[in-house]
C-alpha cells in the first residue's frame, strides 16, 4: 500500500476548498489498484492510513464507486465509503497467509515490479528513440537505462490543473489551463522529474510523474 499526500483544490463555487488523497494497493495477484479518498475521508481516514501505513498494511474499503482513468480502472470514495485496517476477516487471514509464504522476507514492492516487468516486452532504447518498432496500444514495453542527469532535481514538481491535471499558466489576468481552455482554475501540485537516460550509444529524455518520481527521489 501506498498513501499519497493529501491535495488541496477549490472548488467550483470559488468559496470553499476540497481535498483529495490516492492511495495504491496491490492486491493477491500482485495487480494494482489507485482509490482516490475524497474530503473528509482523505483528511481523516486518509491521514490515518499514512501515519499507519506499515510494511503490508491489510485495508479493506466498502461503498467505493468505479471510474477509468487513462484506461486504467480507478475507485473513488463517495458519501458512505467506509474503511477498516486489519479487519478481523477470513480474508485477512487469508492474505497474511499469501503474505507469509509467497512474500516472505522480499518485499511486496519488488515483487510486483518483477512480476510487471515479466508481462512487459523488452525493447531497445535505440529502437525506441529511431522509432525502428511500432509500439502497440494497450501493451506495456520494459527497456534498460542508466540515469545520466536529473534536471530539476530542486524543483520536481510543477503546479498542475486539479481537473486535467496538465501545467497551469500563470498570467498577469490569472491562472488559466490551456487544456480545459478555463480561467481560474483549481492548482494541485504534482511530482515530475525530468531526466536524461543512456543505453550504450542512444539517449533519450525522460519525465517521470507522481509515485514513480518520488519513489525515485527517495531512493537517491
Ligand atoms: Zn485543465
Redesign the pocket.
Known amino acids: 500500500m501506498k498513501v499519497q499526500q493529501v491535495n488541496r483544490f477549490e472548488r467550483n463555487d470559488k468559496l470553499s476548498f476540497g481535498y483529495r488523497r490516492e492511495v495504491i494497493l496491490i492486491n493477491t495477484m500482485l495487480q494494482t489498484i489507485t482509490i482516490n479518498l475524497w474530503d473528509d475521508l482523505a483528511l481523516n481516514e486518509g491521514q490515518l492510513l499514512k501515519e499507519n501505513c506499515i510494511k503490508n498494511s491489510i485495508v479493506s474499503f466498502y461503498n467505493l464507486k468505479m471510474s477509468t482513468y487513462h484506461r486504467f480502472p480507478q475507485l473513488q470514495s463517495t458519501f458512505t465509503t467506509g474503511m477498516l485496517q486489519n479487519p478481523k476477516c477470513n480474508e485477512t487471514e487469508r492474505i497474511n497467509l499469501w503474505l507469509e509464504h509467497i512474500v516472505g522476507k522480499r518485499s511486496l514492492n519488488r515483487l510486483w515490479v518483477a512480476k510487471s516487468i515479466k508481462e512487459c516486452e523488452e525493447i531497445k532504447l535505440e529502437q525506441l528513440m529511431d522509432k525502428k518498432i511500432t509500439l502497440k496500444n494497450d501493451m506495456h514495453y520494459w527497456f534498460k537505462a542508466t540515469i545520466c542527469e536529473i534536471e530539476n532535481k530542486s524543483k520536481p514538481w510543477y503546479e ?7 501545467e ?1 499558466i500563470k498570467t498577469t489576468k490569472g491562472i488559466s ?6 480561467q481560474h ?1 483549481q492548482i494541485i501540485q504534482r511530482y515530475r522529474l525530468r531526466m536524461t537516460v543512456r543505453d550504450n550509444d542512444t539517449s533519450a529524455r525522460l519525465t517521470l510523474f507522481e509515485d514513480v518520481a518520488s519513489d525515485l527521489l527517495v531512493a537517491q
Open positions: 498542475a490543473c486539479a481537473s486535467c491535471l496538465k497551469i489551463c490551456s487544456n480545459c481552455t478555463k482554475v
